[in-house]
């Protein structure tokens, strides 16, 4: 079975920071990665994800990803954060099977003061 | 946002009592998931269905049971309710080809 796991479980950071937040996967097989974000109050949405190709992935809102297949690592960064980047974000890695199941890690809560 | 409703969207029961909460699709997605959300947790998935009537176990599926009789529809039964299920609860959908999830708003549940 896959397991995610997400290092950082609160970090705050000041508007206009930089932003990376780890995510490493145990897999012996072709996964499908995915980040997806929760702002307060709200559902979760998809970030970005990752299937194939180009192992540098650009999403919403200015976010990317990067897949390093050696490291098993699929870590999420953004140059300049802003305060309404305050949200929990959540990593996924799916694999490349017909089940459609995903495993999440236990999530990053993102605090940015203003 | 995906075409998906979850009900109730709040709901207080106290311990012992059956509670049936409700997903509805209009995506006619394939995939339906059911996960809970606790502090330190994520997310801890309970039960998915791959199709009418084909349903399995996720990670914490004891005390929980499903059904999906129609594509549209997946229910999620507490058979007793027990305090540590309170939680928030999140449907989820997908389709065949592309695993993204799509989530629905979520129903919060508290067992006194």
């Known amino acids: 079975a896959q397991s995610v796991s997400q290092h950082n479980h609160h970090v705050i950071l000041s508007e206009a920071a930089s932003l990376e937040l780890g995510c490493n996967y145990s897999y012996g097989g072709t996964v499908n990665l995915f980040w997806y974000v929760q702002y307060p109050g709200q559902h979760l949405q998809l970030l970005l994800k990752?299937?194939?190709?180009?192992?540098l992935v650009k999403g919403i809102k200015g976010f990317e990803a990067e897949f390093i297949k050696s490291k098993f690592s699929f870590n999420l960064r953004k140059p300049s954060v802003q305060w309404s980047d305050t949200a929990e974000y959540f990593c996924?890695?799916?694999?490349?099977?017909?089940?459609?199941?995903?495993?999440f890690g236990d999530g990053t809560t993102l605090t940015v003061k203003p | 946002d995906a075409g998906i409703t979850q009900s109730p969207r709040h709901k207080v029961t106290e311990t012992g009592t059956p509670v049936t909460l409700r997903c509805h699709q209009t995506e006619n997605h394939r995939y339906m998931y059911w996960y809970r959300q606790d502090p330190g947790h994520g997310l801890r998935l309970i039960h998915y269905s791959y199709g009418v009537k084909d349903t399995d176990k996720g990670e914490v599926s004891d005390g929980y049971s499903v059904s999906r009789s129609k594509t549209e529809d997946f229910l999620l039964t507490l058979e007793s309710a027990t305090s540590s299920q309170t939680s928030v609860y999140f449907c989820?959908?997908?389709?065949?080809?592309?695993?993204?999830?799509?989530f629905g708003p979520g129903t919060r549940l508290l067992v006194l």
């Open positions: 989820a959908i997908s389709e065949r080809g592309d695993e993204t999830q799509y």
């Open positions: 996924a890695v799916s694999p490349n099977t017909n089940a459609g199941k995903s495993t």
């Open positions: 990752y299937f194939s190709g180009d192992p």
